[in-house]
Structure formats: structure tokens, C-alpha cells
């Protein structure tokens, strides 16, 4: 069965400290892996994807197979990344997204 | 960038009337839409793909009779809720997909927030 977990609800950090949301998943296969983020409101909106590669808004993440698990990493949190996170998941392609619980990031000053 | 637009934003009902929502993508044509369902503080759960020019496939424990979706063309993909009821009040999303952009992220709507009375 496909899932993708996030274990923490809320995070709470400070400006300028790192940050880590956590992210397993389940899946026989190779899968696709998404973090989408969705500021308070507004639309949910694509992070970054596994396959880019790419840094966005300084946020990185990794897929580590062995683990399977994709955590969402920053060195410095700002305050404009308080939103909810949602890890998220595509099996084959063209399939739907499973989404894990979200992660509401709360940076302060 | 893609934009899938949602309308309505947010609506009120009574209970036993239907509602229809509209999910339409503004500049790319989308073959297959997703519809999304939101309970507050949770996570989105999949209700069903709609699928152009044909049926809808439907997630289980999903209630095809009651929430009834239309894919009449690329660009818009409707979601009737049927006799509605207070416990169908939720926050509903739809997503599309490029189809000419091969294996693209999924795009989202706005939203709309249900409440029946």
C-alpha cells in the first residue's frame, strides 16, 4: 500500500535556525516524491520535486531509498516560511498524489 | 505558470439540495483532474480522477452516486454533491496535470469550503 507519513504535526523553530520536516514513505516500487507547501490562505503550491533536484527558497531535500524517506531541510529558517507542509507521493505516472498529515512550520523571531 | 481555477470559493446550503463546483484549467489542457477532500487540521484524501470523455474512477468508500464529476472537456471537470448533508461539509480541491508536459506536478485550485446547513 501506498503512504507517506509525517510525524510531527508542528514545528516550531526560531529565525535563523535549521530545519528539518520529516518524511517517510511506503511503496513496492520507485516512486515519485513532491513537498508541496500552502501559506495561510492560499492554494497549495510545489515545493520541489525528487527528480529536479533543485534548491528552492533555499529549501533541499533528499530522497534516501534506503531509509525511504524524503525530509525537507533548511540551514536558516526566515519567518516567511511559517506555512504547512505536505509531503507527497506518486506511485505510477499521471497517477494521483498521496499526501502524508502536513506539517505546520511556525518560525519565530 | 499553470493556474487551475476553482469556483466557487466557499458555499452554503441547505441540507438536501445539491451543489456543484467547478474546476477548470485556464492555460493547459488537462486530460485527467483530481478531486481532493480536506477535513480540518487533516490531510487531503483522494475522492476520485476524473478522466475526460469518460467515467470517473472512484477511491473506496467514495459514493459515486452522491458525489457525481463530469469531465465534459480538456480544460473542466465539475463535482456535484447530491443531496447534500452537514457531514459532506468539507474543503474540497481539485488538481490538474499538463498533459502535453509528460510526467508534471499536479497543480492545485483554491479550494472550496462546503458547508451545508
Known amino acids: 500500500a501506498q503512504r507517506v507519513t509525517q510525524p510531527e504535526k508542528l514545528l516550531s523553530v526560531f529565525k535563523g535556525a535549521p530545519v528539518e520536516l520529516k518524511c517517510n514513505y511506503s511503496?513496492?516500487?520507485?516512486?515519485?516524491l513532491f513537498w508541496y507547501v500552502q501559506y495561510s490562505r492560499q492554494r497549495l503550491q510545489l515545493l520541489l520535486r525528487?527528480?529536479s533536484r533543485e534548491s528552492i527558497k533555499g529549501f533541499t531535500a533528499d530522497l534516501n531509498k534506503g531509509e525511504t524517506s524524503f525530509h525537507l531541510k533548511k540551514p536558516f529558517a526566515q519567518e516567511e516560511d511559517s506555512a504547512m507542509y505536505y509531503c507527497?507521493?506518486?506511485?505510477?505516472?499521471?497517477?494521483?498524489?498521496?499526501f502524508g498529515k502536513g506539517t505546520t512550520l511556525s518560525v519565530s523571531s | 505558470g499553470a493556474v487551475v481555477s476553482q469556483h466557487p470559493s466557499w458555499v452554503i446550503c441547505k441540507s438536501g439540495t445539491s451543489v456543484k463546483i467547478e474546476c477548470r484549467s485556464l492555460?493547459?489542457?488537462?486530460?485527467?483532474m483530481f478531486w481532493y477532500r480536506q477535513f480540518p487540521k487533516q490531510s487531503l484524501m483522494l475522492m476520485a480522477t476524473?478522466?475526460?470523455?469518460?467515467?470517473?474512477?472512484?477511491e473506496q468508500g467514495v459514493e459515486k452516486d452522491k458525489f457525481l464529476i463530469n469531465h465534459a472537456s480538456l480544460t473542466l471537470s465539475t463535482l456535484t454533491v447530491t443531496s447534500a448533508h452537514p457531514e459532506d461539509s468539507s474543503f474540497y480541491i481539485c488538481?490538474?496535470?499538463?498533459?502535453?508536459?509528460?510526467?508534471?506536478?499536479?497543480?492545485f485550485g483554491n479550494g472550496t469550503r462546503l458547508t451545508v446547513t
Open positions: 507527497a507521493l506518486r506511485g505510477q505516472a499521471g497517477t494521483a498524489l498521496i
Open positions: 511503496y513496492s516500487g520507485s516512486p515519485e
Open positions: 488538481s490538474a496535470r499538463d498533459m502535453v508536459s509528460g510526467n508534471s506536478p499536479l497543480h
Open positions: 492555460d493547459f489542457q488537462a486530460t485527467t
Open positions: 476524473s478522466n475526460e470523455g469518460s467515467k470517473a474512477t472512484y
Open positions: 525528487h527528480i
